[in-house]
């Protein structure tokens, strides 16, 4: 494993070189994870690794709490901690010396607060962004990285063919979400990857809405989308469901989010623009009548998040290739009778072929 997060940082060191930035301060907890092995969420406390090109030396500061954490998780030889009481950039300066000209950082994880506190220590030095070279080794994923990911979609899928089988009419939104989470644990998931979306009726009509004490009623649409962490890497998936009988406009309905799924999924090869994909999705709705009622970009990447590069969206031209893992995810959402969305996770292998790794069935089921 060791050697996984050794090559990653040669990587970025190459970068670094090429670029003459003297030191990367990173400071996003995923890619603390993507670049040493120790996955921690400091909450509001300083953790930053520094690969410092000056003296080819590479640091991992960390809360004190966290150090044991730290030197057992991660492969880094030189670990810092920093108590509540140290100011942390007083502990960096005193670490790296105060003769840096140059910091690369990442631009979406510094606050403005941690920048302040860099200048303070550092105010003659410049700052560059160093977030997409970060991102462009992140984004194409490597056998192990989908070897990991894909025990968090199995474990998924495990709790949605359990979880739906306590599905009762009268049941809340909020006792299925705990059925769920709980599954989730007891199938070996390390948590969830993100809030779980339950949503019945005319709710299921909300993209991202929160599950509440709504209770299901007979003719209902139930949206499902849940994903788990495992080992760091995570999964999402979303199904939807008709509890006790679905009517003609329901099945309609889904089968042409189900034929927008399948086009999207069939439109992915290395060397398209990613946004045919997610306009060989949107067409079919459109076609149908029903382009008003998908707002959204058709996918995501995921992996350490469950969020991350690339987003696959209509106006996105950038080039699909090997390595990429995303979802696709086509829904309909109607204000007055409910939502659709069925979303699947897609990897374009070693032989630039589109992958499903997600395997639940996608025929409508009703509960």
Do not use: W
Request: net charge negative.
């Amino acid at each position: 494993m060791n050697e996984i997060y050794e090559t990653r940082r040669q990587k970025l060191e190459s970068y670094l070189e090429e670029q003459q930035i003297e030191l990367a301060m990173i400071t996003a907890p995923s890619n603390v994870f993507y670049y040493t092995g120790f996955n921690s969420e400091p909450h509001e406390r300083f953790m930053a690794l520094v690969i410092d090109m000056r003296k080819k030396e590479t640091i991992l500061f960390v809360p004190l709490l966290d150090e044991s954490a730290a030197v057992l998780a991660s492969d880094i030889q030189k670990i810092i901690p920093i108590s509540d009481a140290e100011e942390p950039f007083e502990v960096v300066s005193n670490a790296l010396g105060s003769d840096i000209a140059t910091f690369g950082v990442e631009m979406k994880a510094l606050s403005l607060f941690r920048y302040n506190g860099l200048k303070g220590f550092y105010p003659d030095a410049s700052v560059s962004n160093i977030e997409d070279a970060v991102n462009a080794q992140r984004i194409k994923k490597s056998t192990y990285e989908i070897e990991v990911a894909q025990k968090a979609i199995d474990i998924i899928e495990k709790v949605l063919a359990e979880g739906i089988k306590t599905v009762k009419i009268g049941m809340s939104e909020n006792e299925l979400t705990a059925e769920l989470e709980f599954l989730m644990r007891k199938f070996g998931a390390d948590g969830p990857s993100f809030s779980t979306i339950v949503l019945s009726g005319k709710k299921s009509a909300l993209p991202h809405g929160s599950p509440g004490e709504r209770t299901f009623e007979k003719g209902d649409f139930l949206l499902i989308d849940m994903g788990v962490v495992k080992d760091g890497y995570c999964s999402d998936i979303t199904r939807t469901f008709v509890i006790g009988e679905a009517t003609e406009e329901q099945k309609a309905i889904y089968q042409i989010v189900l034929e927008s799924n399948e086009a999207g999924i069939n439109a992915v090869k290395v060397g398209v623009e990613l946004k045919s994909i997610d306009i060989a999705a949107r067409d079919v709705i459109k076609e149908k009548g029903y382009g008003d009622y998908f707002n959204n970009r058709v996918g995501h990447g995921l992996g350490i998040e469950v969020h991350e590069e690339p987003s696959v969206h209509e106006g996105n031209t950038a080039i699909a290739e090997k390595g990429l893992l995303f979802t696709i995810e086509p829904g309909i959402y109607l204000p007055e009778l409910g939502g659709v969305r069925i979303e699947d996770i897609v990897y374009i292998n070693d032989q630039g072929k589109a992958e499903v790794l997600t395997s639940f069935p996608k025929e409508l089921q009703v509960l």
